[in-house]
T-cell receptor, first 115, second 112 residues
Framework: KAGVTQTPRYLIKTRGQQVTLSCSPI?????VSWYQQTPGQGLQFLFE???????NKGNFPGRFSGRQFSNSRSEMNVSTLELGDSALYLC??????????????FGQGTRLTVV | SQQGEEDPQALSIQEGENATMNCSYK?????LQWYRQNSGRGLVHLIL???NEREKHSGRLRVTLDTSKKSSSLLITASRAADTASYFC????????????WGAGTKLIIKP
């Protein structure tokens, strides 16, 4: 069974640009969560989707958005990039509707650098 | 905001020794999970322990949970070089909107 796939693995963007990151969950998993990981703030929850509906949202500005498609693949978008958005963005999929109540499977992450 | 605090922040031991990491949290939880992360890569789930459980084992891993002290420990026995990684605890607070709240992690180095 293929694991969680995140693309691209690395990105370099300029301040003010926007970026879209993609996540393909494990086949059969309908719950997808996104996290931001930085050395200063650690792992922070961005949002969670289940069956194309956003179930949960972390404390991030509106520049961070996401969506989930009917095949459970998910994308997250960050608009008007700031230097502080440089981070490792991790996607996790799980079988249960509520990802926090069960084992989550993580992708390798997308490392975003904003210059 | 961080719910879990791992202790120690860093731990360096010889191969073959046991490693113990601790996690403390602030509010009542539904479950607590431990994950491992190798050098800036994705996280790997290790163990999930529910609030009504006190101890769980998985291979060389043993996790305990003390809800009265709001703390958990992860013990890795007979450590190997491949155990070198950062270890994170994540809690699902009982009154949360189903978010996992993560600690800052313990960086474990196993010396050959």
């Amino acid at each position: 069974k293929a694991g969680v796939t995140q693309t691209p693995r690395y990105l370099i963007k300029t301040r003010g640009q926007q970026v879209t990151l993609s996540c393909s969950p494990i086949s059969g998993h309908r719950s997808v969560s996104w996290y931001q990981q930085t050395p200063g703030q650690g792992l922070q929850f961005l949002f969670e989707y289940f069956s194309e509906t956003q179930r949960n949202k972390g404390n991030f500005p509106g520049r961070f958005s996401g969506r989930q498609f009917s095949n459970s693949r998910s994308e997250m978008n960050v608009s008007t990039l700031e230097l502080g958005d440089s981070a490792l963005y991790l996607c996790a999929s799980s079988l249960a509707p509520r990802g926090a109540d069960t084992e989550a499977f993580f992708g390798q992450g997308t490392r975003l650098t904003v210059v | 905001s961080q719910q879990g605090e791992e202790d120690p922040q860093a731990l360096s031991i010889q191969e073959g020794e046991n490693a113990t990491m601790n996690c403390s949290y602030k509010t009542s939880i539904n479950n607590l999970q431990w994950y491992r992360q190798n050098s800036g890569r994705g996280l790997v789930h290790l163990i999930l322990i529910r609030s009504n459980e006190r101890e769980k084992h998985s291979g060389r891993l043993r996790v305990t949970l003390d809800t009265s002290k709001k703390s958990s420990s992860l013990l890795i026995t007979a450590s190997r070089a491949a155990d070198t990684a950062s270890y994170f605890c994540a809690t699902r607070p009982r009154d949360s909107n189903y978010q996992l709240i993560w600690g800052a992690g313990t960086k474990l180095i196993i010396k050959p």
